[in-house]
């Protein structure tokens, strides 16, 4: 039993390391942005699919859709709505160049994470006494506004007016492939699992992260739209995070000071 409640565990903490070594992970060099440039849209391509390998969030809320999926069939239809909802999103909200605060996106996403696991744990009937939503119709409307994260991240690109479509469609790309990687490797794990007699604690304690971690991504997030108007003034090290709250401070001192100059001399 110890053994069992250890591999949970290990996986937790494996997990939870990555999320908070990446909660904030937003902004781009220069030298990163003349890459692209000099990369053309195969270049999109590969930051499509590495965005998505290395987004915790979007890869979290795909790996609750599938975790008591066991058909093929399921799978594929599940899936293809979320795909659809995604890809509908990043591409009308960047070939429009509408823009929305990537961390009020981020925060509503991370708060589908922990729809999703409430949902899987059958949240709705046992603690609300309510029939749950239509998942199907709820991925696919959940998959928009994942689209409008997605797209914040492409507009931070320098994208060429005369290939729009393309970078857009090749970003799009890489974004598929990405998330059929990641869901090959889901796939393996849980059909792996699924044979333990430990999966029953498993799929308990693992939605139950979800929840916790869907929360806690919404409100860090809600954080960093709390410091900026501009979200790529801060991005959010360590030492960053540290002199922005001293920044902020100094500000708040100055403005108190110019207050009183100016009431003094009225």
């Given at each position: ?19 908070v ?11 990163e ?6 990369g ?17 969030d ?34 009308y ?39 749950a ?57 849980l ?76």
């Amino acid at each position: 039993m110890f053994l069992k409640i250890k591999k949970s565990q290990w996986l937790l903490a494996i997990v939870a390391m990555l999320l908070v070594s990446q909660a904030f992970g937003h902004g781009m060099s220069e030298a990163e942005k003349q890459s692209i440039v000099d990369g053309g849209n195969l270049r999109y391509l590969w930051i499509g699919a590495t965005h998505m390998l290395s987004g915790y969030d979007h890869l979290l809320f795909v790996f609750g859709i599938i975790f008591f999926l066991t058909k093929f069939r399921d799978i594929v239809k599940y899936i293809t709505a979320f795909t659809l909802g995604h890809s509908a999103t990043l591409i009308y909200a960047t070939f429009t160049g509408l823009q929305i605060n990537y961390f009020l996106i981020d925060a509503v996403i991370g708060l589908s994470v922990a729809y999703i696991a409430f949902a899987n744990l059958d949240g709705f009937k046992k603690y609300w006494d309510v029939k749950a939503p239509n998942l199907l119709y709820m991925i696919v409307a959940l998959g928009l506004i994942h689209g409008l994260g997605l797209s914040t991240r492409l507009q931070q690109l320098p994208l060429s007016e005369d290939q729009l479509l393309m970078n857009i469609i090749s970003f799009n790309v890489g974004i598929e492939l990405g998330q059929i990687l990641a869901l090959t490797v889901m796939l393996v794990i849980l059909a792996g699992w699924r044979k333990s007699a430990s999966f029953v604690q498993f799929s308990r304690v693992s939605n139950m992260f979800l929840i916790i971690a869907g929360f806690y991504l919404a409100m860090m997030q809600m954080h960093g739209y709390s410091h900026v108007t501009d979200p790529d003034e801060f991005g959010f090290s360590a030492d960053n995070h540290i002199h922005e709250h001293i920044r902020m401070e100094q500000e708040r001192a100055k403005q108190i000071q110019e207050q009183s100059t100016h009431d003094s001399l009225f």
